[in-house]
């Protein structure tokens, strides 16, 4: 966006958001019509969400529906985490608990989980866990 340009989408932008003006009145006080007024607007708009991704992103901060950055992908298959005996995320742990506690008590032990053992059931469940969180951030 121009410099001239930019003026003057932040013109109508200050108009719409602080006068809370009409595109059809933003466009009079501007001289261009109504759809020129929203586009002047929606420019604007998003150039105020570039800046804020890319000031985000040079100071590694990340904010739900800002940034757009896919997590990291997992590093470990659920194979390789096994074969090495990788500890599990905490959040895998209590998850698989809490689980395995209401398979046994509400649904009468229908998936039957077990674990403390490899190859046990609820312990691949932890380690696809594991998988899962890694695969979608620490939130």
Same mark, same amino acid.
């Given at each position: 966006?121009?410099?001239?340009?930019?003026?003057?989408?932040?013109?109508?932008?200050?108009?719409?958001?602080?006068?809370?003006?009409?595109? @059809?009145?933003?466009? +009079? &006080? %501007?001289? $261009?019509?109504?759809?020129? =007024?929203? *586009?002047?607007?929606? !420019?604007?708009?998003?150039?105020?969400?570039?800046?804020?991704?890319?000031?985000?992103?040079?100071?590694?901060?990340?904010?739900?529906?800002?940034?757009?950055? @896919?997590?990291?992908? +997992? &590093? %470990?298959? $659920?194979?390789?985490?096994? =074969?090495? *005996?990788?500890?599990? !995320?905490?959040?895998?742990?209590?998850?698989?608990?809490?689980?395995?506690?209401?398979?046994?008590?509400?649904?009468?032990?229908?998936?039957?989980?077990?674990?403390?053992?490899?190859?046990?059931?609820?312990?691949?469940?932890?380690?696809?866990?594991?998988?899962?969180?890694?695969?979608?951030?620490?939130?």
């Amino acid at each position: 966006m121009t410099p001239e340009r930019r003026v003057r989408a932040e013109q109508a932008y200050l108009l719409r958001t602080q006068s809370q003006l009409t595109y @059809e009145e933003i466009g +009079s &006080r %501007l001289g $261009v019509g109504r759809e020129a =007024a929203r *586009g002047m607007v929606g !420019d604007y708009e998003r150039s105020l969400r570039r800046e804020i991704r890319e000031l985000l992103l040079a100071n590694n901060l990340v904010i739900a529906g800002w940034t757009e950055i @896919e997590p990291e992908p +997992s &590093r %470990l298959t $659920v194979s390789e985490r096994m =074969a090495q *005996g990788s500890p599990h !995320d905490l959040r895998s742990e209590k998850l698989y608990a809490s689980l395995a506690k209401i398979d046994f008590e509400e649904c009468s032990d229908s998936f039957g989980f077990k674990s403390g053992g490899d190859g046990d059931n609820g312990e691949i469940l932890m380690y696809i866990l594991d998988v899962h969180f890694d695969r979608t951030g620490k939130s």
